[in-house]
């Protein structure tokens, strides 16, 4: 598959997913915002907000282009709270179209950062430890009960529907700590129905530029 | 791993200065302590007779990218120069484009230990083209006779 550059509504870039470019992976009213807004402010954020673990071990499914990882060093360095953040990506990309995304002077972090993180598999800064692991949730074996937060940033339900299964949920369920929370940026009834029937509460929130919802979903403690 | 800015520095003024990688199009994605990253669109002039790319550019690509991870781990006062190099060929490189990853294994005064991987992208995913790995010798500038 040949993936093109799309620019977004803020002036981010990302790429197309399908030959079609019908979907894409990130949203096109603003991929930096909505990465921002779902991850960060709803994600990340309300560790401060709710006095959480002096550190946050982080799961996210779909690592991508590493736009949120980014976003997630930055923040962990900007608030001195230690993140040990595991990604989870079956596709990784290729050096030429990282490049074209442009991301390092845009987010103004360092460009050895984001190349080392898709090349090494691995980044240790302050306050942030990654590990991308190239495979699919289905096949990662985590030490269940330990995650503080999953990001779930996987394709659409309408692109890629077996990843919003509740088997796929119920894996997420066991590796979240009881309390532990999952947002992600679908609030689709089917997406929805499937967290509730594994177990989680869900909270509807306000989305990300150009969508009315996104979920937070915890394992009741 | 130490971040040494003067000789994060020392990479790209080299690199900017290295007559043979610029002749071949070798292009300096990023630098750091951990690793350099290179790229190289092959070109016909880079393949060998049955169309894929020529071990030696490989080598030459593995080599460059093991000698600045061990440039950007050497003493800023010093000169790098390779003292053996081992390469396993995977898999033929058809490109169009090829990257490598260099990284230190052991940094010590005299010598920087070191191993470079060479990929393409094929049908989604890095095909891995081979695997080198080096032995760099740091020399002290002043004692490098031209």
Redesign the interface.
């Known amino acids: ?1 040949n993936s093109r550059i799309v620019v977004t509504a803020d002036g981010s870039k990302t790429l197309t997913a399908d030959e079609a470019g019908t979907e894409i992976y990130h949203s096109r009213h603003g991929a930096l915002a909505e990465s921002r807004y779902v991850f960060i402010q709803q994600g990340l954020q309300i560790f401060l907000d709710h006095a959480g673990p002096a550190s946050i071990r982080l799961l996210e499914v779909g690592f991508g282009t590493g736009l949120n990882a980014m976003l997630g060093m930055q923040w962990a360095q900007a608030h001195q709270i230690p993140v040990d953040y595991t990604g989870l990506e079956p ?2 990309l ?3 179209l990282l ?1 074209a995304l442009d991301y390092p002077p845009l987010l103004q972090v ?7 993180l898709h ?2 598999s691995r980044l240790e800064v302050p306050c942030f430890e990654a590990t991308v692991v190239t495979a699919a949730l289905e096949s990662y074996q985590g030490q269940p009960g330990t995650f503080d937060l999953v990001w779930f940033d996987a394709f659409s339900p309408r692109f890629q529907a077996q990843i919003w299964s509740a088997e796929v949920f119920q894996q997420l369920f066991e590796l979240l700590r009881p309390g532990g929370k999952l947002v992600t940026y679908s609030a689709k009834g089917d997406v929805q129905r499937a967290l509730k029937a594994t177990g989680f509460s869900l909270e509807k929130l306000p989305g990300p530029p150009g969508k009315r919802e996104m979920l937070r979903a915890t394992r009741p403690a | 791993m130490q971040h040494n800015p003067d000789a994060l520095a020392e990479v790209h003024t080299r690199f900017a200065q290295n007559a043979f990688s610029r002749h071949l199009g070798i292009e300096l994605v990023s630098a750091s302590a951990e690793a350099i990253l290179l790229r190289l669109e092959l070109l016909p002039q880079h393949r060998q007779n049955l169309g894929f790319a020529h071990g030696g550019l490989l080598a030459t690509l593995a080599d460059v990218c093991m000698g600045f991870a061990a440039v950007a781990n050497a003493r800023p006062d010093s000169h790098v120069l390779t003292g053996d190099l081992r390469i396993s060929y995977l898999n033929p490189a058809t490109g169009p484009v090829v990257w490598a990853k260099g990284y230190p294994i052991k940094v010590g005064s005299r010598l920087v230990f070191t191993e470079a991987e060479v990929y393409q992208e094929a049908e989604g995913s890095q095909k891995l083209l081979c695997k080198a790995s080096a032995s760099m010798v740091v020399v002290a500038k002043a004692d490098v006779r031209r």
Not at chain 1, 110 to 116: G, I, L, R, T, W
Request: proline fraction near 6%.
């Open positions: 598959m596709n990784r290729s050096i030429d490049m360092p460009e050895a950062d984001f190349y080392n090349a090494l």
